[in-house]
């Protein structure tokens, strides 16, 4: 089984503040997604990382796949409360994907 | 419209019991899977299903059974349910058996096994 450690594994900030989430293994990914939950909801997919050092925007999210396609990284803008939520990380081995183990993040008004 | 759609939402049931889960896609997808989250939000695979074939099962005991009747469905049923069942189980769909390939989830079953 491929681990995945997210940190932190909590994280409450004031609307506005700036963040990053960490997601870290062992093991080299063919790929690499992020995801979004909402409590009582499936997650919902953000972003896919394919190349080493590759980085995404989506707004003001800002995804990193790191070099050696073992960890990567979610920086969050000016948090705003609509961005509270569960967020996994998810990496691909062999068309098979592994989970990690969570940031819950709290934005406060 | 429901993209990946299961029921029930909620399934509460005492333990040595058996239960189902169904799943159903309309994305015309030919890959499913199913997820178990255990209370700590630990997203695990238990199986995946490609055109109604089984292409993983993860350690998943054999009191779990998937079933594919068709490439848009793909049911769970769990015999003598134990206390270690509870969690919500995730059912998802995906377009191909594929990298990278984007996995559309369903809302959950949270099963409570008293």
């Known amino acids: 089984t491929q681990l995945l450690e997210q940190s932190p594994q909590f994280l409450s900030i004031q609307e506005g503040e700036n963040l990053t989430v960490y997601c870290n293994s062992s093991?080299?990914?063919?790929?690499l997604q992020w995801y979004r939950q909402e409590p009582g909801e499936g997650p919902v997919l953000l972003v896919t990382?394919?190349?080493?050092?590759e980085v995404k925007k989506l707004k003001r999210l800002t995804f990193q796949f790191g070099d050696a396609r073992k960890d990567s990284s979610l920086h969050i803008t000016a948090a705003q409360p609509g961005d509270t939520g569960l967020y996994l990380c998810a990496g691909e081995v062999s068309n098979q994907f592994y989970f990690g183990t969570g940031t819950s993040l709290t934005v406060i008004p | 419209d429901t993209a990946v759609s299961q029921t029930p939402k909620y399934l509460v049931t005492q333990m040595g019991n058996d239960k189902s889960i169904k799943c159903e896609q309309n994305l015309g997808h030919d890959t499913m899977y199913w997820y178990k989250q255990d209370s700590k939000k630990f997203l695990k695979i238990m199986f995946s299903?490609?055109?109604?074939?089984?292409?993983i099962n993860e350690t998943v005991p054999n009191r779990f059974s998937p079933k594919s009747p068709d490439k848009a469905h793909l049911n769970l049923h769990i015999n003598s349910l134990e206390l270690g069942d509870s969690a919500v189980y995730f059912c998802?769909?995906?377009?191909?058996?594929?990298?990278?390939?984007?996995?559309?989830f369903g809302p959950g079953t949270r099963l409570t096994v008293l």
């Open positions: 299903y490609n055109n109604k074939e089984l292409i």
């Open positions: 093991s080299v990914f063919s790929s």
């Open positions: 998802a769909s995906s377009l191909f058996w594929a990298q990278e390939d984007t996995q559309y």
């Open positions: 990382v394919v190349t080493g050092g």
